[in-house]
């Protein structure tokens, strides 16, 4: 082998290894160190990344922010972060017209989904306006729902069960979680406030009062 073929070798080697010697494992390519790795794979597991809960991945997010970033572009997907809040998850990039794939998962809403996520997020709203973390309870969450009874069904064990489907798809999806040692008691997930805005949920609630004032309205004896 001569000095030229000696010289290419040295120069795909160097290619080839990890750069910063970040390699964690036989084979390992990758150029992020372990924390950044962890962070990724969270977002991408979703629905967030708390800075609260995972202090030490939170620092390894903004550390390696320009990184992070990049890799989740190359699969079409947004990095949203709330500096103050302590929160990030990522999103669809809205690519125009060019066809890409989708990878996030979606979770169609029914109506009781909704209201449900409508009172969490408020729920969220006020702990935050106190200095705290939003926890909530199982029994809570189903007295929340059942003024819509009737909006939904007069089969009072029909509704039930779409109430707890509704509570099942946000643990699911990480929108609730339970809290250690509780069997009914729940944080909600911070990055609600990214996903609802003031004025989302401003209107829905109004829409949602309207449309429980008119079944109100419709129990009422004429004449009342």
């Not at 977002?43 to 939170?58: E, K, N």
């Not at 990049?70 to 990095?79: G, K, M, P, T, W």
């Not at 209107?203 to 079944?215: G, N, V």
Request: hydrophobic letters at 40%.
């Amino acid at each position: 082998m001569n000095l030229l073929e000696d010289d290419t070798a040295l120069v795909e080697a160097v290619a080839e290894k990890p750069k910063g010697g970040t390699a964690l494992f036989d084979g390992d390519s990758g150029s992020l160190p372990l924390d950044a790795r962890r962070a990724l794979c969270l977002l991408l597991a979703g629905p967030s990344l708390d800075a609260g809960r995972y202090s030490q991945l939170w620092t390894a997010l903004l550390r390696h922010e320009a990184a992070l970033r990049s890799r989740l572009c190359d699969l079409f997907l947004e990095l949203v972060i709330d500096r103050e809040g302590g929160v990030a998850f990522t999103r669809q990039f809205d690519t125009g017209e060019l066809d890409t794939p989708v990878l996030l998962r979606t979770s169609p809403l029914t109506f009781i989904d909704s209201v449900l996520l409508l009172y969490l997020r408020q729920q969220l709203a006020e702990a935050e306006a106190h200095g705290h973390r939003a926890v909530v309870e199982e029994a809570s969450l189903v007295d929340a729902l059942s003024v819509y009874e009737k909006s939904v069904s007069t089969d009072r064990a029909g509704f039930a069960k779409r109430v707890a489907g509704a509570i099942t798809k946000m643990k699911d999806n990480h929108v609730l979680d339970k809290l250690r040692g509780s069997d009914d008691r729940y944080e909600v997930s911070p990055a609600l406030k990214l996903l609802f805005s003031a004025e989302d949920v401003q209107a829905l609630a109004q829409a949602y009062r309207e449309l429980r004032e008119a079944d109100e309205g419709q129990e009422k004896p004429d004449g009342e």
